[in-house]
């Protein structure tokens, strides 16, 4: 019972650190999100070629993220050529926007490699290459949605109350000049409920083109994230993002203490945020490991401990009986317990007919040693010959056997099978076997 119960108590713990692991990776699941086109760059020499080209370009586009929230250029000459740009959000700081393209570099080449057109979105930026010339063209074709799983009760009415926000942003991005194609804003959703949103297109689109983008983008997230609480669109032209909390930097700064709902797909909480889920989870399952790992040692010492004090128990008592137990003289003449019911049918032995029978376990009778204690030949009262295995105090074979006085010495003989050609009548009990044979 206590071993079942170890046993369930060691299980829990460990299907409680699988789970904070399994938490974990669902908290590194953010992004990048990387699109992949299908087209691999097989040609081994363009391969070099362009993988070089690539690579200076990216090397460029990394440090330009430190003066500029956007930049483009080209590399390389003919049909080594590739094009990129990036973008990072119009209230990012240049040294966040200097960090998160260079993690986006390093994303792009890992998620998509050996492709010759690839965008991955990071959380505050986005960086796009391609063998196409793209720049100043719109792309709405790709619009990928990530969105909040937890639904409104009423999605019939918030999604038109988001949609509105988005196309009032729209507007002022697109057609205000000095807005830098960039617009935020929040709004009363309820009483409880503000409703903050973000709005931004590349800064190689018309004022029209960044209209159709944002528009296309609005019309996306209300199809694919429909009722989402929270959600943003990722597009290589443009982006959008709506939540019910200030996710963005500048928003009013009460509602940054309004409860973040989770989500499996968003980011909701910025770096910061995820950084610190990070460190919390990390924490907890490093201390169930150390409280997992503890409980094992401690129990394998408890056994082992046990295992020791059941030896020496055993080794005492057998010197005991060796020498005599002079507080106890009748001990020899004390029956094992568990022999009622060999009572009841006359085939119960004594201890101290065993010794008479063996000549006190006489080294001349011994018929031969074995792993678990030594086997002796005995003679009963009726002229029955019996083969009588006296267990080393170290084995643990068979049953320990329990005298009726407590604290007695313990003694356990069983059967010895290779030492005998065959088995005629046994009897036992509690460990203790004696067998009538036929000597070889």
Known sequence: MEHSTSFRQTLHLLLLSSFLFGVYDLALADPPYPLCSNNTDNNDSFNSSFQNSLENLLVSLTSNASVSKYYNLSYGIEADKVYGQFMCLDYVQPDDCHGCISVASQAIVNLCPNKTEAVVWEEVCQLRYSNVNFLGQLNVQDNLCKDNLINMS????????????????TEIAAFNSSANMYATGDEPYTVDNTLYALVQCTLDLSPNECNQCLEAAIKDVSSQCYGSRGARLLSGSCYLRYELYAFYEGANASSVSQQIQPTSTTRDGGNGKKIWLIVVLTIGSAFLLVVLMASIVYRCAMKKGTRKGKDEIVRNHVQQHNNGDHENPGFQ??????????????????LATIHSATDNFSDSNMLGQGGFGPVYKGVLADGKEVA?????????????????QPQQPAFSVGRFAEHYQRFTQSCSANGLSISSVAPR
């Open 388 to 404: 009588v295995k006296r267990l080393s105090s170290f084995s643990e074979q068979g049953e320990t056997v329990t005298l009726n």
């Open 154 to 169: 009423e999605p019939v009415k918030f999604q038109a109350f988001v949609e509105n926000k988005l196309r009032n942003l």
């Open 333 to 350: 003449d004390q029956y094992f317990e568990g022999l009622d019911e060999l009572k009841a049918n006359d085939s119960y032995i004594d």
